[in-house]
Each structure stands twice: as structure tokens, then as C-alpha cells.
């Protein structure tokens, strides 16, 4: 049905700030933990499925819940401050929400199942993107994405698998992993290469996502619930560089639900006057 597509390279970009200039190769130890790490997630979602949780996130708090329909992205960390140690990596794991009045399952599914355009809604991080194999339950797409943070200047090339789940006319939610994410050395250079898998500065090794959505309110709530695992922070910067990738995080995942939101009003209104948005956004 729905799912969350560019969102995903977006969130965690912002592990970048950790990164330094040697090559930190992914270990067996680290792999290990985030799949323990990933199942128990799973769990939780389940929870939430057999109604022994709300099955929206803001639903567990009134004031969180208040705060989005009247229009504010709210953003938190789902694990400590929104990273855990393990062996030789961190594990970054935040939640964030979203109400696009008079929005419907409908017209979000419209926006987030073009893939090709994810390099216009989600600009100027997402550089290219494009869709690879579709359909009802399915999907797979593919994405490169740049950034620019703090001192490292990183672009990523990944793949992705979104499996879709309805449960009835206004509410479903979808699974998206990466399947592969490779460094991009010397980018937009003539001597641009892509490293292998799992290899390079250890920016971000693996991606997993949850999506969660629901109509109702006069229009549709779209909670991102977003984990990665990168490299670790080394002891003797953490306390410079945690607040930092904190607030990156945070910044990221708002900026994604708001350009959300946008494509997806953009979707609803006359081609002059998306064509005005358009024109003003590159100005």
C-alpha cells in the first residue's frame, strides 16, 4: 500500500558527523547486533498490531498527539538520547510524526510510490533516484543521496525493499530495508567509483524502517519510525559530537516529513499554481 521511500536515506545522513578519514570495515560482531537489535523492534510493531499498544505512536500521549494535529512535526529518540552502543557501531533508532490535513491514503500513496520523482520532493539531498520493480505488496527502488555534514562531504548509493501492509480502508503500515548501500568515492568527479558493500569510512552499513499511517481527523497521520547502523563515536568526541548528531537527526527527519507533506498538497492543487511552487523553490 504505502510506504516511505527517500525518507529513509535521509534520516541518517547525519551519521556522517561521526565519521573520520580512515577505513572502518563492517565486523561480524556488528551485524549481529543490529539484527538482534532490528527483531526486537519487530516485536514492538507486533505489539502495536495485537492492540496491546495504540497503533500510532502519538496515540500514547495525549499532549504528542494534540501538538501534531494542530500542525507540528514532532520528533524523538526511541532508544537513550537516539543511539545505542554495540560492538563497534552505534545504532541510531528515532521516531518522528506528521498530519497532512485533508490528505487521504489515496493521494499520500500517489506521492510516495513515484520514485522517479523522489529527486524533486526530496532535493537537494536526493540526487537521483529511480524505480526498479513494483507492485501491489512490493516495491524496490533505488536512490543516491549527498550531503554535506560538519567536515565530511559524503554521498551514498543504496537499495531498497518495501514490503506494504493494509489492515482496512484507513489504516496500514510498510517495512523498508536496505538491501544494499555502497559509498560513492570522488563523486560527480571523473574518477567517481563505488566502493563494496560494507566497506569505507562506515558512514551508514544498514538502514530499517517502519512506516506507520492512518486517515482519520479530515486527513492522514504518517509516522517514520527510522534505524540505522553506522561506525561508532570515538570516546574522546563524544561529548562534541552526540549533541550534534542529536540535533541532525532530529533536522533530518523533520525536514523529510515536511517536504512530505508538501509533495503531497502539491499533489491536490491546479498545475499553475504548482508550477509557481516550483519556480519559487528554485529562485
Known sequence: MIGTKAMFGLVFTIAGSVGVAHAMDLDASTVDAWREYVGRVRVQMQARLDA????LWIDGSPDRATRVRNGEIVVAPLVGQGT???SQGLIHDWIGAAFFPNATIETLQAVVHDYDRYKQIYKPVVTDSKALACNTAEQEF???WHRRVLFVNVTMQSRYEEHDFSLGPRRGYSIVDATRVQ?????GRASEHVLPVDTGSGFIWRLHTIVRYEERDGGVYLEIRALALTRNIPPSLRWVV???VNHLSVNSLTTTLRQTREAVTDFRVAPEQLAMR???RSQ
Not at 496491546?52 to 497503533?55: R, S
Not at 559509498?183 to 563523486?187: A, G, K
Open 52 to 55: 496491546e499498544q495504540p497503533f
Open 84 to 86: 545505542l552502543d554495540v
Open 142 to 144: 533505488s536512490m543516491v
Open 183 to 187: 559509498q560513492v568515492e570522488d563523486y
Open 242 to 244: 552526540t549533541p550534534v
Open 278 to 280: 516550483e519556480r519559487k
